[in-house]
């Protein structure tokens, strides 16, 4: 079997980013409608390679380019606790 191509994780890592900003941007219309609001946990955010992921798209930023810059975007943000 082969292993997953760069640009499918990628577009994985951009999808659990975004549902964890949208996720934490509604956390509070969540609770207040009385939905249970699930999250991923620390230990599987902290197992995924995301510096991995970054630096390899780097590297081909004719093809990431786009792409590159959200995830970078996004992944700064995380760090800095802002979502």
Same mark, same amino acid.
Request: glycine share 4%; aromatic share 10%.
């Given at each position: 079997?082969? !292993?997953?191509? *760069?640009?499918?994780?990628?577009?994985? *890592?951009?999808?659990?980013?975004?549902?964890? &900003?949208?996720?934490?941007?509604?956390? +509070?219309?969540?609770?207040?409608?009385?939905?249970?609001?699930?999250?991923?946990?620390?230990?599987?955010?902290?197992?995924?390679?995301?510096?991995?992921?970054?630096?390899?798209?780097?590297? &081909?930023?004719? !093809?990431?380019?786009?792409?590159?810059?959200?995830? +970078?975007?996004?992944?700064?943000?995380?760090?800095?606790?802002?979502?």
């Amino acid at each position: 079997m082969s !292993s997953p191509s *760069l640009t499918s994780q990628l577009l994985l *890592l951009y999808y659990l980013l975004l549902y964890e &900003d949208v996720r934490l941007a509604n956390t +509070h219309s969540y609770v207040q409608a009385g939905r249970k609001v699930k999250s991923y946990s620390t230990e599987f955010l902290s197992e995924l390679p995301i510096k991995y992921l970054l630096q390899q798209a780097q590297k &081909d930023q004719q !093809s990431y380019a786009g792409l590159c810059v959200i995830l +970078h975007c996004v992944y700064k943000l995380r760090c800095m606790g802002v979502i």
